[in-house]
């Protein structure tokens, strides 16, 4: 059932849904909302902001306040992004609350966001994002539900920490049975505490052999000339303390509370606040000390206290290891003392088949179940032990080691002597000869079925979708990619289909959440049950799943499309419902991958949507050729079947070629002709290539710059937010030292348009660059004065639709001449687009014109070939030929 913070954050949405139909007309937002609405949103556990429609804060509430610690007076009237949204957000950030509160929709509520924000003291914590339009009497507004996730990432941050800690804690072990010098394993040891604690020293006391001082045996965060420094052992200070006195790990969370004894600092340092030590045991009363301090008062969490009395008790038995080999006399007694200490079964035995165990540790009988005599005498029980499916490999790893004389590092199953199978992970060392011609290893039997069952539910969790069962979105695309790119589709083809479910919303709105749930978890168990397990299934968003049907045409398709759709019709429940399905064929050879084919499905399912839903189409006819240019154009960009053309930019004042046009070209894969980007970059565009052609362009802009060619290159609105393009373009100019001057970029009025924000930031780091920006097709849309007044843009193309008309269309002269002297009055110059007639050349000199573009001076040719010598026409020699 929902608990009580769950029904009153959904009651205070609906209050919300119920201001948004109600229209403006009634105020502020508190007072449209009414006081029960405010009363149920400061009640609500989630933090909740309303924005403007410029993300400006006007509603902020308690939970708000709570959890970002932003007070109610500083979020009021701030930009929403940057308040609570680290920098490299803020942009991403804005632009969604803009989108939504600036265009119909019901806003984010389907599709939360799982995003990094920031608190008042500047710590990220992570929030699931949803957005809620609304209307008031003030105008357009958006409710913004930001649910604190730190509790999960925190449960996973834990789980994750304690398995690698666990892990390095084994490693450890197995250095100092592998013989590692003690120094080292000291250094590790300590090396390994400052980064798993977050301390800013820890050192190793030792206990010199007089018993009256102790020295410096291993330390992080001292001077390099601390080590063999010496203290009194005495209980005054935190090493003698320790050792002396020390019944476990000492906590001291703030040193000036401490009474007991005293910390010891090196030279120069910060006073130590927090710190905790544990005495190492050994024989004669302990080693020494193990310490970990810090310069701020910190708390020790129980799982840092476990972590470092695990390390002591290792460190421990490692040296009581390495003094034992030094005395032969008293090697057993010391052997035995590391083994009981270890949380794992050591043993010495023979690799392979029928190997013979000498020794295991009493550990063996909490593992497996067995005593030592057990284990020892029978040959065979190890044997029989591991699981059937793993001794044929086991055996030919731990042959394999024998052979090359390495260590083994292996994780298999193994049956305890109650019948349970658990995991363990088996490390031993690469052996030595027992003067027998055997080869006789030292190793540990871990049992890491917690982790291993840890590891698995991550991976579960990270490939499925934890309401269905089902794949997710992420796996789904992996496997069709394996699906195409093997040869498993009966008859060279196959179908992918999206099913959405029809007003899946209005359920959640009406009937609650939870119904919406068990509706989607229902229907995938229909799906699951009705498909069996030989079709790939997936739930790909909130209301959608996915399923590729190889073997089937187009009618076949659609057949079991309207099958699973007359399925869901039918299903009888809380909440009654169609659904709509689009599909995508595949063929052998067409080079696409999965998310072409989701995103073909997807047009297709739009399509079934706007003709009254409950019905599946497939993405065919004309829409099916385009699909299959997808593979081409894609096979284009990554096997060099694109060519680069460019046409020429003359000066109306010299004539003379001043710069040039970059377009792109790609060869068609049957006639080999080259096809011009009107043919294929509208496909590109509509499937997600875009950016990779805008990025081929500009590689091969600044080549040319390189050898002090102008040239300029158009960039698509997909390309203006991808970052990485400038900075690709920044470390080509430090490479090669050319003149950003030379390149231009290119951006189309109507592309820019839906961007605003997103083309400001390109725009700033072009123009940081010092490379120039172009406005292209000026006069075909609706926001030139706008981008003029705000955007660092350096040149101006008129569209082409006025410059014809100049000479007979006094309104097209008068609007190319205004163009002309507010770019002059901006310190921008201009260029005439599509100029085809000489007798466009005198009009547009008398205007004002800076320079001129079209098939007059020469039509696109490929890179270098734009004339005889190599280089462009002059438009005096144009003249001189009558063109």
Not at 176 to 203: H, I, K, N, P, Y
Not at 451 to 475: C, K, M, V
Not at 488 to 495: D, F, Q, V, Y
Request: negative net charge.
């Amino acid at each position: 059932m929902a608990s009580d913070d769950q029904r009153s954050t959904r009651r205070a949405r609906g209050l919300l849904k119920i201001a948004d139909e109600a229209g403006p007309g009634a105020g502020g937002v508190a007072a449209e909302l009414g006081d029960a609405a405010v009363t149920l949103l400061e009640g609500s556990p989630d933090g909740t902001a309303i924005v403007d429609d410029g993300g400006r804060i006007v509603y902020w509430n308690a939970a708000a306040e709570r959890q970002f610690w932003f007070e109610r007076s500083r979020a009021l009237g701030a930009d929403l992004a940057s308040l609570v949204f680290p920098d490299h957000l803020q942009t991403a950030v804005r632009g969604v609350l803009l989108r939504e509160v600036g265009a119909p929709g019901e806003g984010l509520d389907e599709r939360r966001l799982e995003l990094a924000a920031r608190r008042a003291d500047g710590r990220e914590v992570p929030v699931d994002m949803a957005t809620r339009p609304i209307e008031v009497a003030a105008g357009r507004r958006l409710a913004v539900y930001l649910r604190d996730a730190s509790e999960r990432s925190e449960r996973e941050r834990e789980l994750h920490a304690d398995a690698r800690r666990r892990s390095a804690v084994l490693d450890l072990g197995q250095l100092a049975l592998e013989g590692m010098d003690m120094d080292r394993l000291l250094r590790q040891a300590v090396s390994l505490t400052v980064d798993e604690l977050e301390v800013d020293r820890c050192e190793v006391w030792r206990r010199d052999d007089g018993g009256t001082t102790m020295t410096l045996r291993a330390s992080h965060g001292w001077p390099a000339g601390g080590a063999g420094t010496k203290v009194p052992l005495a209980t005054s200070s935190q090493p003698g303390y320790t050792l002396l006195r020390g019944q476990g790990a000492i906590v001291v969370e703030d040193f000036r509370r401490e009474g007991r004894f005293g910390a010891v600092t090196p030279e120069g340092a910060a006073p130590t606040q927090s710190s905790i030590s544990i005495r190492i045991p050994g024989t004669s009363g302990g080693f020494g000390s193990l310490i970990a301090a810090a310069e701020a008062p910190r708390r020790f969490e129980l799982s840092d206290i476990s972590l470092f009395v695990s390390l002591a008790q290792t460190l421990g038995a490692a040296i009581e290891r390495s003094r034992a080999i030094a005395s032969l006399a008293d090697a057993e007694r010391q052997i035995r003392t590391l083994v009981e200490r270890l949380p794992s079964v050591i043993y010495r035995a023979a690799l392979g088949t029928g190997g013979h165990w000498s020794f295991v540790s009493p550990q063996v009988e909490e593992v497996l179940g067995y005593t030592p005599e057990e284990w020892v005498g029978d040959h065979r029980v190890w044997e029989r032990a591991v699981h059937p499916d793993d001794i044929d490999w086991v055996i030919e790893e731990e042959n394999t080691c024998r052979r090359e004389r390495r260590p083994l590092d292996i994780a298999y199953r193994i049956r305890r002597r109650d019948g349970e199978m658990i995991w363990v992970r088996d490390r031993a060392s690469a052996g030595t000869d027992d003067g027998g011609g055997t080869l006789v290893v030292e190793g540990l039997i871990t049992d890491i079925t917690e982790q291993r069952a840890a590891e698995d539910r991550l991976r579960y969790l990270a490939e499925h979708d934890e309401l269905t069962g089902l794949i997710n979105r992420r796996t789904f695309e992996t496997a069709v990619d394996a699906e195409l790119s093997s040869r498993r589709l009966p008859g060279e083809r196959g179908a992918l289909v999206i099913i959405d479910l029809d007003h899946l919303k209005r359920v959640n709105d009406t009937l609650g959440r939870s119904t919406g749930d068990r509706v989607v978890a229902d229907i995938a168990k229909m799906l699951r049950e009705d498909l069996g397990g030989d079709q790939l299934l997936s739930r790909l968003d909130s209301d959608e799943y996915g399923l590729l049907i190889p073997g089937v045409g187009e009618a076949q398709a659609l057949e079991r499309a309207g099958s699973l759709l007359a399925m869901i019709r039918a299903r009888t429940g809380a909440a009654n419902l169609t659904a709509s399905a689009g599909v995508a064929l595949v063929e052998r050879g067409m080079g696409v991958s999965a998310t072409d084919l989701i995103t073909a499905a997807d047009i297709a399912l739009h399509q079934a949507k706007e003709a009254g839903r409950d019905r599946a189409v497939a993405f065919t006819g004309e829409d099916r050729s385009r699909l299959e240019w997808v593979g081409h154009v894609r096979h284009a960009v990554t096997e060099g079947g694109l060519i680069l053309y460019s046409q020429p930019i003359i000066d109306m004042e010299t004539g003379i070629a001043c710069a040039e046009e970059l377009l792109v070209r790609m060869v068609d894969p049957v006639s080999g002709r080259p096809i011009s980007a009107g043919e294929f970059v509208p496909t590109a565009e509509r499937f997600g290539l875009a950016r990779n052609l805008d990025h081929w362009v500009v590689a091969r802009a600044l080549e040319l710059i390189t050898s002090g060619r102008h040239v300029s290159a158009n960039i698509s609105a997909a390309t203006i937010g991808d970052r990485s393009l400038t900075d690709e373009v920044a470390a080509s100019l430090t490479r090669s030292g050319a003149d950003p001057s030379l390149l231009t970029f290119e951006i189309t009025e109507t592309a820019a348009t839906p961007a605003i924000e997103s083309l400001r930031d390109f725009t700033g780091r072009v123009e940081s660059l010092g490379c120039g920006l172009s406005l292209d097709d000026v006069g075909t849309g609706f926001g030139s004065l706008t981008y003029l007044r705000h955007l660092p843009f350096t040149e101006l193309k008129i569209d082409m639709q006025f410059v014809h008309g100049v000479v007979e269309s006094n309104a097209d002269r008068k609007i190319v001449e205004s163009l002309v002297d507010m770019a002059e009055g901006l310190g921008m110059r201009t260029v005439a687009e599509g100029v085809d007639n000489p007798a466009l050349i005198e009009p547009l000199r008398e205007i004002g014109v800076t320079c001129a573009q079209g098939y007059l001076f020469g039509r696109p040719a490929p890179v270098g070939l734009m004339g005889p010598e190599g280089v462009p026409r002059t438009l005096e020699a144009k003249r001189a030929s009558g063109a």
